[in-house]
């Protein structure tokens, strides 16, 4: 069983591996394409270098074999009736399927929150049920299952929110992820109860987030520990809504932190974004 054991953390860092490589050359690509467009008014280069990365990352990658290897070891699991790996187990393959099985741009709200569950699920197998995510989106009734949202936009928020603001509580952290509808605007909030930030910190932060030069500064940027992943996804939320749209960022020192997505309420996309 030992070996079982050792098996499936194998597989778990070989997806987080995947994961990892998927997301910063999607991210890297991402950035040098939002300054191409600024440069000259268009956003194909954004479309044909992304199209190009997903194919490039598929060749390098079988899925299948992942999959099939990680059900294998679910199965042996299973016939020792050790459940609570074979549910991890599947968790992670349901987390590696998600981030990348999938060659498309956009997801749904309720995707997307499917896989910031199974994030939060194998965090507390990690870490023995320290995180607790609440969801607060009953406002969307239906809309949950439609509205678009672009692939990794709120699982890089909430793991943020974990490694940087709770993980080193004592007791549980909370992500509560909400939701508010305005005359004009769809407002998604992500919400802990971490340690926070300082006033500088804050503002060092935000001036990361909304200057797009910051991005390709990446590997100095992630030596101190910056917010990568907020940049990003700031970016790619202009990108596919608009430039109204976009993430700010709220923190005080020992009581939290919220991330605030501005999006618009019809859910309209660019079409520029699509082809």
């Known amino acids: 069983m030992k070996m079982l054991i050792i098996l499936a953390l194998i597989a778990a860092v070989v997806i987080e591996a995947a994961v990892i490589l998927r997301i910063t050359n999607r991210n890297k690509k991402l950035s040098e394409k939002i300054e191409d467009s600024q440069n000259n008014g268009s956003l194909m280069a954004e479309v044909y270098q992304t199209r190009a990365q997903i194919a490039s990352l598929q060749s ?12 294998s070891i679910r199965s042996k699991a299973i016939l020792h009736d050790e459940n609570e790996i074979a549910e991890m187990i599947e968790t992670l393959a349901r987390l590696f399927r998600y981030n990348i099985g999938r060659s498309e741009q956009l997801s749904t709200i309720a995707d997307e929150l499917e896989n910031v569950q199974n994030y939060v699920k ?5 870490f023995r049920n320290k995180f607790q995510l609440i969801e607060q989106l009953d406002v969307l009734g239906e809309r949950i299952e439609t509205y678009p949202l672009p692939m990794l936009t709120l699982q890089p928020l909430v793991e943020n929110a974990v490694h940087h603001g709770l993980e080193n509580r004592l007791d549980v952290g909370t992500v509560t992820i909400g939701c508010e509808l305005t005359e004009r605007y769809l407002i998604l909030k992500i919400e802990d109860n ?5 006033v500088d910190q804050l503002a060092d932060l935000r001036y990361k987030i909304q200057h797009a030069e910051n991005i390709p500064k990446m590997d100095s940027l992630k030596k101190k ?18 430039e109204e749209y976009g993430m700010d960022v709220f923190s005080a020192q020992d009581v939290g932190t919220t991330l605030i997505l501005m999006l618009p309420k019809n859910g309209h996309v660019r079409e520029e974004a699509l082809q």
């Open 60 to 71: 390098q990658i079988n899925p299948h074999f992942l999959y099939n290897t990680l059900e």
């Open 122 to 126: 194998i965090q507390n197998y990690r």
């Open 194 to 198: 971490g340690k926070g930030m300082s």
């Open 225 to 242: 520990g910056a917010g990568i992943a907020l940049a990003n996804v700031n970016h790619r939320l202009k990108l596919f809504y608009g």
